[in-house]
């Protein structure tokens, strides 16, 4: 009797096992038909170029001519690239002080402040954005105007809250004991930010970075209704170019966003991984 206990316990461990794997079939179709097979279709529309008589050439790099030889293009990429760097700026020196004091528990007693930055995040993006447009207006920076100085506030507005979750979610897992050593060791206010604090929220300041330089470069609602069409993102020009069925040099700049944003998970990898905070706490 024990005999046939043991071979049925294991034929139900089998069984669960077994059963377990087949969980992951609808990610890996929806990997597949809603990621892998997109990106194969922007790639071979990228270097296919379309006849006179409609049918496609494969392969062409005209869209990569037309790219790189128009100065215009190449404009719009470098401004996106400026203002997705000095939003992510923007959003980490508002966001970091922010989020270290909503996970400071003697500053924040409950969630209710941190619910507070997050709630925008429930509001519709083009409502949102509708909504500060009106309040600009009302100050008096017309996106006529001051079309730059319109879009960077729109652009800060709607994304710090993707910077303060994930600068939070990291600073409450800070390790106390570490911060109080440096303080006992002599350590003043500065040194105890630049040499224990800072090295541990490293993770999530890669992470705010993130969620919110890519997004930046990417969209257009923001631009195009704050500065009322004066402001061009990268995001524009391709819509524009999907949106006129130039689906060649649509693709064929969709295609650099996607090696951009390989490249910056590429490059930052390595802090991501479950040993990155304690690796920068031990510069202390």
């Known amino acids: 009797m024990p005999s046939i206990s043991k071979k049925g316990g294991a034929s139900v461990k089998r069984f669960f096992t077994f059963k377990r794997k087949y969980l992951t079939i609808p990610y890996f179709l929806f990997l597949v038909l809603f990621v892998l097979i997109p990106i194969l ?27 790189f030889t128009s100065p215009t293009k190449v404009n719009v990429l470098v401004v996106s690239l400026f203002l997705g760097i000095l939003n992510t700026i923007i959003c980490l020196l508002i966001g970091y002080p922010i989020a270290y004091l909503l996970a400071d528990k003697k500053v924040n007693q409950n969630y209710v402040l941190v619910m507070l930055f997050i709630m925008p995040m429930w509001i519709n993006f083009v409502l949102r954005t509708g909504a500060t447009r009106d309040v600009l207006n009302w ?39 570490q911060i109080e050593a440096t303080r006992d060791l002599g350590a003043n206010p500065v040194q105890t930010f630049f040499l224990n604090i800072l090295p541990q929220s490293v993770p999530g300041i890669v992470s705010a970075a993130e969620m919110v330089f890519m997004p930046t470069m990417s969209s257009y609602v923001i631009s195009d209704t704050l500065s009322e069409g004066k402001l061009t993102l990268f995001g524009n020009i391709i819509y524009l ?26 490059a930052t990898r390595r802090f991501h991984n479950d040993g990155a905070p304690q690796r920068g706490a031990g510069l202390w």
């Open 41 to 67: 279709i922007i790639v071979f529309y990228a270097f296919t170029d379309t006849a006179a008589d409609g049918s496609l050439i494969f392969p062409s790099g005209t869209a990569f001519l037309s790219f």
């Open 139 to 177: 100050i008096g920076i017309q996106g006529g105007t001051h079309p730059y100085i319109a879009t960077m506030i729109g652009l800060v507005y709607n994304y710090l809250p993707f910077t303060i979750l994930p600068l939070y979610t990291t600073m409450i897992k800070l390790d106390k004991a």
């Open 241 to 266: 170019h999907f949106s006129q069925s130039m689906w060649n040099q649509g693709s064929f700049m969709a295609l650099i966003m996607l090696v951009m944003i390989f490249i910056t998970m590429f």
